[in-house]
């Protein structure tokens, strides 16, 4: 049984905006190429670009839900972000971080650290998990969380990498110490994705408005989607097969 790929995404900067491909080359012990290149500290965060660090260091979605409305495009090292209640904003995050952050203030909490600084990790996507990861996810589990809320979902909400469909509910999780072959790229998944409040907010709106996290707990458990590792490189295109090896 095989099923294919529905969609690509990548996330520019980690957190602020989102924007979708119609193929990708992925290269082995890598992210997904412009996913998550820099990552936004805030003024409690100790992190300073030298090393991989966890996403609490980072203005996120999960608090700031605002931020789950933005969409990106990145074009070499420009960034253009877009947002509902903001004017477009077209800069270069490693030397125009100003520009950023007063475009960003007025989407922040004011009872959360604020953003700080832009950092990035030379060569390292700043992903949740503290490997180069690439997260895959099935449209049949999204439609189960669909049918739980009794509503369509965006599934932007979950801030995946692949998307693919064909395949039974919860497959994925049958995955992990396995290899997947995706177009031309081969994965070994390493563990599922425990999701965090983030999913709760509209990505139209930056609103609050789904229980994400009390529809997964009717499987008994918090978690979509599963990270993986890329062992093997190669292009991958919306519409290529995805089987297990």
């Not at 608090?63 to 877009?82: D, E, F, H, W, Y």
């Not at 509503?151 to 290899?179: K, T, V, Y």
């Not at 965090?196 to 996290?213: I, V, Y």
Request: proline share 6%.
């Amino acid at each position: 049984m095989s099923g294919a790929v529905t969609s690509l995404w990548r996330h520019p900067i980690k957190s602020h905006g989102r924007e979708r491909l119609d193929q990708i080359t992925m290269t082995p012990g890598q992210t997904m190429p412009g996913d998550r290149v820099w990552a936004v500290a805030h003024e409690a965060s100790k992190a300073d670009g030298s090393e991989w660090v966890p996403c609490a260091n980072f203005s996120r979605g999960a608090k700031a839900p605002q931020l789950m409305a933005i969409s990106a495009q990145l074009q070499g090292n420009s960034v253009t972000l877009r947002h509902p209640e903001r004017p477009d904003l077209s800069f270069e995050p490693d030397t125009q971080q100003q520009a950023f952050l007063d475009w960003v203030r007025p989407l922040m909490p004011t009872d959360r650290a604020a953003s700080a600084r832009i950092i990035r990790v030379p060569g390292r996507g700043m992903t949740d998990s503290d490997f180069p990861s690439v997260s895959l996810c099935n449209m049949a589990t999204h439609r189960a969380v669909e049918q739980k809320l009794g509503r369509d979902l965006s599934i932007a909400r979950w801030r995946g990498n692949i998307w693919f469909d064909g395949l039974p509910l919860w497959e994925e999780f049958d995955w992990l110490g396995r290899d997947i072959r995706i177009g031309e790229a081969v994965f070994h998944v390493r563990e599922r994705i425990t999701r965090c409040l983030a999913t709760t907010a509209n990505p139209d709106t930056g609103e609050r408005d789904a229980d994400t996290l009390g529809a997964l707990k009717n499987w008994e458990h918090q978690d979509f989607g599963v990270y993986a590792e890329v062992i093997e490189g190669g292009t991958i295109r919306t519409g290529d097969k995805v089987q297990v090896l």
